[in-house]
Structures are given as C-alpha cells and as structure tokens.
C-alpha cells in the first residue's frame, strides 16, 4: 500500500474538474458493455435491486489503458475491493477505449475484482468528466450525491473517512492543497520541505495518512524506535472511532513493534493485542488478519494465545452472520493453525478436518485437505515419539 502512495506522489499533479459539483445528483450510467462482475445501475427500477443498494456506496474511477499509472491502480483498487468486502462499496472502472483495446489490456490482469465498464461512445465520462486527466476517481453517497472527487492519492482517504463517518469536506480540502506542496517536495528531494508540508497536514488531520507514513519513514529511518511507536499510539487516539483508520494504524504499529526481539517486545505486542481484539471483536476478517499476522512474528516475542483468541473470536462471531459462508472454512483455518503452533495438534485436525467443508472453491478446498493431512502426519508422529514403547 505505501508504494502506491508513493508512486502517486510522483506521477499525479493538480487537476481542475467543473462538469459536476460535489453535492449534486450523480448522473446515471450510460455504459455500453459491462466485461467484467456484472453491472451496475446508481438509479434501479425494481424494488428489489433498490433494496440491495439502500446504503451502497459508489466508488467510480475513469483510466485509460495506456496510462503508466493503470497497473498501481488496478492493484489498489483490487486491494480495496477485499479490504471493503464487509461493506456496501461497489467499485465502477471505465474506460472511453474500445471494447477491444479494453479487453486486450485486462489479460494482464485476469483477476479483476471491481465492475468494468465500456464507455466507448464516452457518454458517462461526458456526464462527468470535464479535464482529460486520468485516473480520476469520483465517490458517491447512498442518496446518490457527489461526496469527493479527486485523483488516486486522495480516495482511500476520503473512503475510509467516509464509511468511518470522520469525512469533513473543508479538511479534505486544506489538505489537498497540502498534499500537493508534499507531491512536489517528494519530486525534487527537498526533505526539509516534505516534513513542513507533513507537520501542517497533521495539524489539520492527525490522522492522515499519507502525512503518517512519512514520518513513521523518518523515525525508522533516524532510528527512533520508542518515539515511532509513541507517534503511532497518538494517531489512533486521533482517528477516535473509525475503525478503517484504525485497522491500518495498528498493522503499522504491530510491523515496527516486531523488530523489537526482547522483553520488553513481547510486552508491547502483547499489550497491542489485548488493544486490538477489543476494538475489532465484531468484526470477523480484521480479527482473522491480525491473528495471522501474530502467527508470522517470531515466537519469542510474539503472542499464540491472543493468535488462537483472535481466530476463535472471529469463527464465533462469523457463525452468527453467516454460518455457512467460505470465510468460516478460513478463520477455522487460522483457529487450527494457531492450536498446531501451541501444541494441541488433536484440536488443529479436528478443526481443520471441519473447515474443510466450508469451501466451495476447489483450490482451496484442495490446500485446506494438504494442512490437514500435514498436521494428522504430525499427530502421529508425535504420538511415536512420546510413547511408552519409544
């Protein structure tokens, strides 16, 4: 995630849109040929589809195949899509290009994971588009109104303050223009410039991320370690209850603090832990992520029991809002994984041999029975070591 922003620093500049105000109706979308996850209506006749989209958030962005810039941002607008799964945020690409030249150019990505439009009569990029520059991304309410439009280095920003409910338009635009001051002090190197944009921006947004990012760059870099980390406790503070910010804020926190090969280490990512199950204890993936990740930080600092309370906390939780989902085979995956790592090979198979039948994917499906058959190999194995006849 932070090279994209960093490559967004470099190649975007400001750019002047009046065809459409922020605050006005967004216009329908007129697309010729929808290549990819079906359509997408903003204004549904049936009563059922306008149930469905009741408090859908639209996430529209215009690019063209040609630009050095696509492949950053099919990639992140990818990651979105399976970061935002939870919620009502239907992501719109669309291109004025042929349909062929289109389909040429998604080969390359064969794993498209947002709505692909055709709009080769450029009637939808009339509607909304005034400048030439793209990609541009425009973000639209459930009442169907133009919150933000902007370009890539903005949207993720105003999205999670949007969905978090902490979006204030007049902050978002002081600092854009700051944003701007930073893209070019980026550009040409100048450091002392960059961190005066940065301090400024935090003073408006102690949570921006953008402005985040560079300064925890600038504490490892200078190595301060302690005061990095106290930074980062103070942004969570900052970003108060959404818990978009916040996810991302704790998995900084949690990447710095697992250099920390001591006790006192293990102290902090325990003490992060307990932290973090409290505020994400409904919120199943966000749970099952940060259980994963503790699996993966070296053993003598890092926290199984909070790894194994994590995944069973997201299984229970999972269960309630969808007891038959293919989630559930992947957090009952992580509750196994984390039983193994303590020991208790019996329960991993057992949970293991359950998660099996969550999966609908075949590939999965497939990788899920090789882990079982790896942790039923160990049982056994353990069990002939540690017999009385051995």
């Not at 059922?48 to 215009?62: C, G, L, M, S, T």
């Not at 949207?155 to 204030?168: A, E, N, R, S, Y």
């Not at 075949?362 to 079982?372: G, H, I, M, P, T």
Request: net charge neutral; aromatic share 12%; proline share 3%.
């Amino acid at each position: 995630m932070k090279n994209f922003f960093i490559f967004i620093l470099f190649a975007c500049f400001i750019i002047s849109l009046r065809a459409m105000d922020v605050g006005g109706k967004a216009p329908a979308l007129k697309i010729a040929n929808w290549l990819k996850n079906d359509r997408v209506v903003l204004y549904p006749k049936s009563e059922e589809e306008r149930k469905n989209n009741k408090d859908a958030i639209y996430v529209i962005f215009f690019f063209a195949t040609w630009s050095d810039t696509t492949p950053n941002v099919i990639n992140f607008v990818n990651e979105q899509v399976d970061y935002l799964k939870e919620i009502n945020v239907k992501f719109i690409g669309i291109s004025t290009e042929s349909e062929a030249k289109i389909r040429e150019c998604m080969r390359k990505y064969p794993d498209i994971k947002f709505h692909l439009g055709v709009d080769d009569k450029s009637k939808t990029w009339n509607d909304y588009m005034e400048d030439p520059a793209v990609p541009m991304f425009f973000i639209i309410g459930s009442d169907k109104k133009l919150i933000w439009k902007g370009s890539p280095v903005e949207v993720q920003k105003v999205l999670l303050d949007v969905i978090g409910g902490t979006f204030d338009p007049k902050k978002q635009k002081e600092l854009e223009s700051i944003h701007s001051d930073l893209s070019k002090a980026v550009q040409t190197f100048d450091f002392d410039a960059q961190m005066k944009s940065v301090n400024a921006a935090l003073k408006i947004d102690p949570a921006d991320r953008m402005s985040v990012e560079i300064k925890i760059d600038d504490y490892i870099k200078n190595n301060k370690i302690e005061e990095c980390l106290n930074f980062l406790k103070e942004t969570r503070k900052a970003s108060g209850s959404n818990k978009y910010l916040l996810y991302f804020f704790y998995m900084s926190e949690l990447d710095i603090s697992r250099g920390i090969i001591d006790e006192k280490g293990r102290s902090y990512i325990d003490r992060l832990s307990g932290e973090y199950l409290q505020t994400f204890q409904n919120t199943p993936r966000a749970l099952n992520i940060f259980a994963v990740r503790l699996m993966q930080i070296p053993f003598e600092i890092t926290s199984l029991k909070y790894a194994l309370d994590m995944s069973q906390k997201a299984v229970e939780v999972q269960k309630y809002i969808a007891s038959t989902s293919e989630q559930l085979g992947v957090y009952m995956g992580t509750e196994a994984k984390a039983c193994y790592l303590l020991g208790k090979i019996d329960k991993a198979v057992d949970i293991q041999k359950a998660s099996i039948n969550y999966f609908k994917n075949e590939d999965a499906k497939r990788a899920a029975k090789l882990l079982l058959e790896f942790y039923q190999n160990s049982k056994e194995l353990n069990s002939k070591l540690f017999s009385p006849n051995h």
